[in-house]
């Protein structure tokens, strides 16, 4: 599913138009972010929850050269599915 796929959906569940569902879409991945740019956590309860987990640095090596370079440390972004989200996408049909 797309964005845009995601947005026609908020927009006939929620019976609003496709504008202010795309406002609706946007609002909330923003929030997501910024969540996760302060806290580092965005729990949403029957959904999952976000965090941001700490990469540290290393020494990789270019496949195509052989040589040894240096990989930063940095911070990625993960998310784990919440029960409700599991046994929907396990649910027997």
Partial sequence: MTKLELVD?????AEIT????????DAVIDAINEGLAADGKVIIPGFGSFEVRTRTA???RNPRTGEKIKIAASRTPAFKPGKAMKDAVNKKK
């Fill in 9 to 13: 959906v908020v927009s006939s569940k």
């Fill in 18 to 25: 496709k504008v202010e569902a795309h406002k609706v879409v």
């Fill in 58 to 60: 290393r020494v990789g």
